[in-house]
């Protein structure tokens, strides 16, 4: 996450730079491109084929029911992605997510326990979250902290407080108007509304991202966060509401948390911060920051809560789940690099000096 | 202290004067002269550092010890070095982790592996000798920690992500190897579990241990010339390499280090707590970083101590144990613990920028 | 300053949708609205002579998988299904959250389970997925952790909740010699049956014979090894005049002995609860503990495994009062709320401890 880490990894451009300066200044953008179209290409095809595979091998999967299930299963860390990756890409991170979760799911436990009406419950939260998520951000820009530390620091904090307000006790006693209203399904099919939330949000973040200036400043300021100061982007400005994205996000998902489970406790949630960096990442993101895509962050949640789904159904204990998932992460990043690397090395005949 | 610009060892002489990583990561362009003011200041400040978590530590104790007399005990003291073991010794090869501008998020994982292979091989192997088996504890960790080196220095992807990864894969594994099974202290020789209770000048071995584990790591650092270059490697790999230091290597050699003592860990873990099964040290990693950080380590290397990382543990394990004495309720322990990580890392930012300053000669700015 | 605006747009935005959300009425605590979702499904008529199919899918889904205890408990399931020509499963998560048993639940449904038999991380949290799996037609048994009792059609009780904690009021009294300070050891904070354990002992020690026993204090080990004994090792420290510990959980009780057997404590601080024969036999035999309490957990799982069938097959229905055979176990009755209770608890002590494998 610093601007300028030695070991590049994925990142073609600089090392190639690096190597042998003027010959390669030329293709390197366009090696870049190339790359990042194989990365995104390589999620949605492993999504694609592990689909295909579990439909045919796995009884019970290919069904609307179990669709449900799945994207029941992946709301969560789907939601809170879709910020993450935009945090990510400009180089930060954010791994106070999970315990934002918690800590709103415990206010809005002990709201509805002091006899507040949920319509104005539910509003509160996500504001409550979007305060959270603005500390982080000016602790990050205005102290001028390093986010992975600020963030591991909130993390604890946060859940600290929503044990704090919440203690051991768990509120359960919401209306089943509201929590099963939560997994309800779209009239006629079997896929929970929560899935048109999400595709909702993603357009929109994807738009931010992808098809706006603002968007393509969040790259700059991944690559190069001194370079694009100067060039007249407010860097600080731009993190602090990646920020505060990030944590209303988290508290929206914290709302349907406790809502889908009908229960609100201070625990909910713990250590799924690991579990979304891992679908980012996954996703072809890169940690560094400056490259990576919305589409490729989907197609990993995804990719990962379908394997996981579908060995479930297979009766595959959750050991194994483990080291797949740990496996798929390692391969995700080892795979490129090492391919960047053989690639790099090919068009080496005409050495430059 | 701080690192690699204390010209010391006549191996190091050309690359570290060529070289001159600064303490702080900001002022990369000051002249020759102003360098030595720099060692000086650098140096002074992590010893400021250093010693503030002593002065909150000492500070811990005492409102404690007033508060309820019976925290400074000798049951109690003992305790409280038991406890802070782990930790100490975690936090201490995370750092050298750290100081290279990588991260060990597995080490939970691997402290869990190497604790139950040993109370595996103490009921497979019933007539192996204890220090056998410890010491195949330890290497169940080195094994790990060789894992996660290869991946992140030779194929240089990035450690963050490598480690998340081996998280999951070694914990894995812990899970399918254990499939259930719990092993008791009964089932581990008497010798091994008392080690804990066997005291060397008053303190418990494992202490000890952690104590010497602190100190080889702390000479290391501060006298060799590969244990200088680390911080040369965290704070400007580039420069780095281009002064001729073999960044790879040097990236690799901490996570060796730190998965060996992560399997020390686990022994020390299997030895005190008797009860073995697929879930030891889960969720410790975050902790352990913590530690280091609130200890004065960067999280972007190049700068802090492993005494500062001991420092950081001990503070952080006597807050569990005092926050029940002072009637301060269990719920808010987690809450204070990142506070606390908040404000550490505030203050090294403070300090860096006033170092910063006074490097400049009074110039302000420091972004 | 464009931020600034923005900035008051947003918030100016933000307070007019919650003040127009509740001004219209809105919904909260007291509107009876009522969680009751329960799917009932007991119209049914019981015909206690229906014969019980072969190849019954029966999966057995515990609190966590690494747990010995339901390790034996599932074992003892595994016994009962076999004797009925059934098809056994034993899945679970790794940790114990509520959340990932909501995922093996669906899992299970979708398989076409006939009955699942669970111990719930979280009353609540699992309720919608059970009722999923009710309507999908799947028979839920809950055991050792009780679910809403409106989204399960059974709950296996280990004991009753009074005879688990009078065993251990009556316990610790006699062994602390009827006064002094005590304190509990629980598992997690939010676990429904400690809980209900704790006050239930907490109201047996205010009758007159125990007036001279003061409860001081409760932690949580939350089940976890090394965390229960660092609470135990903190309650002796904060206590000075501790004279007993209760840790009514398995995981705790084992942790507390190994901490006093190995503490300046030992044979001055009595110690009771919950625990397993395995776990406490060394610290029986070297005093540490004098005696302790615990159901058989395979017993449980066994009589799981036949009410859930017996219900599958449709010879019992949940309605209080009807009967069932239980294989080798015997006759049981249902209780209110589709309660069974398995029977007293035995207690351990050095006398017949060796007796016992598990």
Not at chain 1, 100 to 127: F, H, K, N, Y
Not at chain 2, 163 to 192: E, K, V
Not at chain 2, 249 to 277: C, E, H, I, K, W
Request: with cysteine; hydrophobic share 45%.
């Amino acid at each position: 996450m610093g601007p300028e880490v030695d070991t590049p990894g994925t990142s073609a451009p600089p090392s190639a730079a690096r190597s042998a300066p003027e010959p390669q200044r030329g293709p390197a953008p366009s090696v870049l491109r190339s790359l990042l179209r194989t990365r995104e290409a390589s999620v949605l095809g492993a999504l694609a084929v592990s689909v295909l595979a579990a439909s045919f091998m796995v009884e019970g999967f290919a069904t609307g029911r179990n669709a449900g299930f799945l994207v029941l299963d992946v709301a969560a860390i789907a939601l809170i992605a879709l910020p993450m990756t935009l945090v990510v890409i400009t180089g930060e991170i954010d791994l106070s997510v999970a315990s934002t979760l918690g800590l709103t799911s415990a206010v809005m436990g002990q709201l509805w326990v002091l006899g507040l009406p949920l319509e104005t419950i539910v509003p509160l939260c996500v504001l409550f979250g979007a305060l959270l998520g603005a500390l982080n951000g000016v602790l990050v820009t205005v102290a001028g902290l390093p986010s992975l530390a600020v963030t591991i620091g909130t993390m604890a904090m946060y859940r600290g407080l929503a044990y704090a307000v919440l203690g051991d006790r768990a509120v359960a006693d919401f209306p089943f108007t509201w929590t099963g209203g939560a997994t309800s399904r779209l009239p006629g099919t079997d896929i929970p509304w929560i899935a048109v939330l999400i595709l909702v949000l993603a357009a929109l973040f994807g738009l931010l991202l992808h098809a706006t200036p603002i968007g393509r400043s969040l790259y700059a300021i991944g690559n190069n966060d001194e370079a694009t100061r100067f060039s007249g982007i407010s860097v600080r400005w731009t993190k602090l509401w990646l920020f505060v994205a990030s944590g209303t996000v988290a508290a929206g998902a914290g709302v349907f948390w406790t809502l889908q489970y009908g229960s609100a406790r201070a625990d909910n949630a713990y250590g799924l911060e690991l579990s979304v960096v891992a679908a980012v990442l996954l996703g072809g993101v890169s940690i560094f920051g400056g490259r990576g895509a919305l589409p490729g962050v989907l197609a990993g949640v995804l990719l990962l809560g379908t394997i996981r789904n579908a060995l479930m159904l297979a009766d595959v204990s959750s050991d194994v789940l483990d080291i797949v998932t740990g496996l798929l992460l390692v391969v995700s990043v080892v795979l490129p690099t090492t391919l960047a690397r053989v690639r790099e090395r090919r068009p080496r005949p005409a050495p430059p000096s | 202290m701080s690192g690699p610009d204390e010209t010391g060892a006549p191996a190091a002489g050309g690359a570290a004067q060529t070289s001159p990583p600064p303490a702080a990561p900001g002022p990369a362009q000051e002249t020759r002269e102003e360098h030595g003011g720099g060692v000086r200041t650098g140096r002074r400040i992590r010893q400021a550092r250093e010693l503030g978590i002593l002065l909150a530590l000492v500070l811990l104790v005492a409102v404690t010890a007033l508060v309820n007399p019976g925290f400074l005990s000798g049951q109690s003291v003992r305790d409280l070095l038991l406890g802070a073991t782990l930790l100490t010794i975690l936090a201490v090869g995370q750092s050298m982790v750290l100081i290279t501008r990588s991260v060990d998020l597995s080490v939970g994982s691997v402290m869990g592996l190497s604790a139950f292979a040993v109370g595996m091989m103490f009921v497979s192997f019933p007539g192996l000798p204890t220090p056998v088996v410890m010491a195949a504890g330890v290497l169940v960790g080195t094994v790990c920690g060789v894992v996660n080196g290869v991946l992140v220095a030779a194929a240089r992807v990035p450690a963050l992500v490598v480690t998340l990864g081996t998280l999951y894969m070694f914990r894995g594994i812990d899970f399918w190897w254990a499939s259930g099974r719990q092993i008791n202290a009964a089932d581990m020789p008497d010798g091994f579990l008392g080690l804990s209770r066997v005291t060397l000048l008053g303190m418990p071995l494992p202490a000890v241990v952690a104590l010497a584990v602190v100190l080889a790591a702390g000479w290391y650092l501060r006298n060799y010339r590969s244990g200088r270059e680390l911080y040369a490697v965290g704070s400007e790999p580039a420069a780095a390499r281009l002064v001729g230091i073999p960044v790879d290597r040097r990236v690799f050699m901490p996570f060796v280090a730190n998965g060996s003592l992560a399997g020390l860990a686990g022994v020390l873990y299997a030895s005190r707590f008797g009860t073995l099964d697929a879930t030891v040290g889960t969720g410790l990693e975050l902790e352990v970083v913590a530690a280091a950080v609130v200890g004065g380590v960067a999280i972007f290397g190049g700068s802090g101590t492993v005494y500062g990382a001991a420092l950081g543990a001990l503070l952080l394990s006597t807050i569990d144990a005092a926050l029940p004495m002072l009637q301060v309720g269990s719920f808010w322990q987690q809450a204070v613990v990142g506070l606390l990580i908040l404000v550490s890392i505030g203050l090294d930012r403070l300090l860096a920028l006033r170092a910063a300053r006074r490097l400049r000669g009074g110039g302000t700015r420091g972004a | 300053m464009r931020k600034r605006i923005r900035y008051g747009v947003t918030a100016a935005a933000l307070a007019g949708v919650m003040l127009a959300a509740s001004a219209c009425g809105g919904t909260t605590r007291g509107d009876g609205d009522g969680s009751g979702s329960g799917s009932g499904g007991s119209e049914a008529e019981a015909d206690p002579n229906a014969e019980i199919p072969e190849g019954l899918k029966i999966s057995f889904l515990p609190k966590q998988l690494n747990n010995p205890y339901f390790t034996v408990a599932d074992s003892g399931g595994k016994e009962a299904v076999e004797e009925l020509g059934g098809e056994f499963k034993e899945v679970g998560p790794s940790e114990a959250n509520a959340s990932s048993q909501v995922s093996y639940i669906n899992t299970l449904s979708q398989q076409g389970s006939d009955v699942i038999v669970t111990a719930a991380n979280d009353p609540n949290a699992v309720c919608g997925a059970l009722n999923q799996a009710r309507q999908a037609g799947s028979v839920v048994v809950t055991f050792d952790s009780d679910a809403s009792p409106e989204c399960r059609d059974l709950f296996i009780s280990q004991a009753s909740a009074e005879g688990i904690a009078t065993i251990q009021v009556e316990m610790i009294a006699e062994q602390i010699g009827g006064e002094g300070e005590i304190a509990f050891l629980s598992a997690t904070p939010n676990a429904t049956n400690q809980n209900a354990w704790l006050k239930l002992m907490e109201e047996e020690l205010k009758k007159d014979e125990y007036s001279g026993i003061e409860v001081v204090d409760t932690v949580y080990g939350n089940d976890d090894d090394q965390k229960s004994f660092n609470e135990m090792q903190g309650l002796l420290q904060t206590h000075p005049d501790l004279a007993g510990v209760i840790s009514p959980t398995t995981v705790g009780l084992a942790a507390a002995a190994r901490y006093l057997g190995s503490s300046d404590y030992k044979g001055e601080v009595a110690l009771t609860g919950l625990g397993t024969p395995n776990q406490m036999r060394e610290y029986v035999k070297d005093g540490t503990v004098e005696e302790f309490a615990l159901w058989k957990p395979s017993d449980l799982g066994y009589l799981a495994a036949y009410a859930g069938a017996s219900q599958s097959a449709g010879r019992i229905t949940g309605e209080k009062g009807q009967t069932f055979k239980a294989g080798r176990l015997g006759e049981y009755e249902i209780g209110a709320d589709g309660e069974i209770v398995l029977g007293p608890p035995t207690v351990f002590n050095k006398d017949n401890i060796d007796d016992f494998d598990f």
